[in-house]
């Protein structure tokens, strides 16, 4: 009797929308070979990870296990998919398998992290097969928000395994490749062990709606609307790209992209041969000469981030153009959760320009590349699989969709990131756990989530920052009394004085009652000067600074 395994094992999208990672295994325990589907990223907050550019997952426990990792295999271009390759891939180091649009946008990520482009490989569609050690994987295509979405086909020696990636019922979706029950249909005949599957949208009881039910509401408000139209959405929804600018042109304006990742997807779609009937469009300057009435700029920064085209335009200007009281601008997205803060000081901040904000709260300006429930349950009934695994998504929806799996008579478990699950027998398992977390893209360095940095810009968030300098001679004695310099609290103290100063003064006091002793170790030393800053600052304004303190000491030469 066999002794091998199959195994699956989240390091990131289970339990969250994005940073999406997921291991699967085959082999003796401990000795599995591996492939990881997706590696992707999300994006940060200012209450979470102030300053940080992205987040990744953390693939410490891959990259040690590195000499049995097969491959990368990527299901789509989405940035919770597809933005971790370039900037993990050193860590890692084996081929990155896609399709042809997604193969294009990978080599990009790789080139801008300064790894080898050529170590992407595309990939054709089914009946094209990867031979991966125990894997035998094919790529299936699925109705997504662009092109070339994937589902994979995952053979096993233990059985077939179907990943769904993200998808929608859609059969009419613009650009990419229809929803093809026939095709589902026929993959479920062929005996289906498990069915990894995509529960975004599990809470929605309504069935999806098809992209071109877009068009004519979006062509009357581009005909309504009396001044400069302003959409957005996500840089690389192309089909929703196409929807606006087509649109437009029916509408008699001309079209504008701003925002350096849609340009960058647009041409690589028209390179790829996908987007070949796409309309004519003008650059930023060539939109300043063109009527405010004639024009819809489509501006990247659906979710609110601060750098992107839309809140650059709600705070003023982006790239020599503005909005003015009479223009529209609308949300032609929907707004991942979390991100409401963010979205919400844009949609203010427009308001306050006289703007009209239109979102899709009338659901009549976007639909979701996601399956709804109703299109969740056509899914299961097509596929047919043994068990059903949810993936992609909150803990909430990953368990909503475990119980609609249950309701409906198969097994099935939720697997949050980490989590070790055994498919070997018929009834799925978990069987161990490994240490998972988060990785940060600060600047152009990557950071542990212990290394303590970000923890360290939270705390001074919220309590601000004190920073002491003290000089003593050859004897421990003090040249002159210690400086105070505060950043991110209020100037002034109690009864008029400047805190800077009661401070230096109660640190002057606490270095003249100091002994030998505590002059002398540096230690015991920074702990004094540390507790009378904190225990000041607390009396006098009531906060708990982050405090730094260099001592320097001249030393006899």
Known sequence: MSNDRLIYIPLGGAGEVGMNAYVFGYGPKGRERLILVDLGVTFADMDSSPGVDLIL???TWLEERRDRLEAIIITHAHEEHVGAVGLLWNRLQVPVYARDFTARIARLKMQDAGQDPQQVITVGKAPEALELGPFRVQFFPVAHSLPEASGLIIDTPAGRVVHSGDFKADETPGVGEPHDPALLAEIGR????????????????????????????????????????????????????KTLAVAAQ???????????????????????????????T???????????????????????????????????????????????FLFSSMTIPGNEREVGRVVNAMSQMGVDVLDNSARLYHVSGHANRPDLVAMHDLITPQMLIPIHGEHRMMREHAKLALSRGMRSVVVPNGSVLDLTDDQPGLVDEVPTGRIYLDGSRLIGAMDGII?????MAIGGHVFVTLILDEENEALGAPWA??????????????????????????????????????????????RVVRQVVMEEI????????VVSRLMND
Request: charged share 30%.
């Open 57 to 59: 997952p953390d693939t």
């Open 190 to 241: 062929t005996g289906v062990k498990a069915l990894f599957c995509d529960s975004t949208n599990v809470m929605n009881e309504h069935a999806g709606r098809s992209e071109a039910t877009l068009n004519a509401p979006i062509a009357q408000l581009m005909r309504d609307a009396k001044g400069m139209v302003v959409a957005t959405t996500f840089a690389s929804n192309v089909a929703r790209l």
């Open 250 to 280: 029916e509408a008699g304006r001309s079209v504008c992209l701003m925002g350096r990742a849609m340009l960058r997807m647009t041409q690589v779609a028209k390179e790829a041969g996908i987007l070949t009937d796409f309309p004519a």
């Open 282 to 328: 003008v650059s930023p300057e060539e939109a300043k000469s063109i009527p405010r009435e004639n024009l819809l700029l489509i501006v990247t920064g659906s979710q609110g981030e601060r750098r992107a085209a839309s809140a650059q335009l709600a705070r003023g200007n982006y790239m020599g153009l503005s909005m003015k009281e009479g223009d529209t």
């Open 455 to 459: 923890r360290d810009r939270i705390r």
């Open 485 to 530: 310099e505060i950043a991110g609290l209020r100037a002034e103290a109690r009864g008029g004085k400047l805190l800077n100063e009661v401070i230096e003064a109660e640190l002057d006091e606490f270095v003249s009652r100091a002994g030998h002793k505590v002059l002398s170790d540096d230690d015991k030393l920074n702990d004094g000067l540390r």
């Open 542 to 549: 009531g906060k708990k600074p982050e405090v730094t303190i």
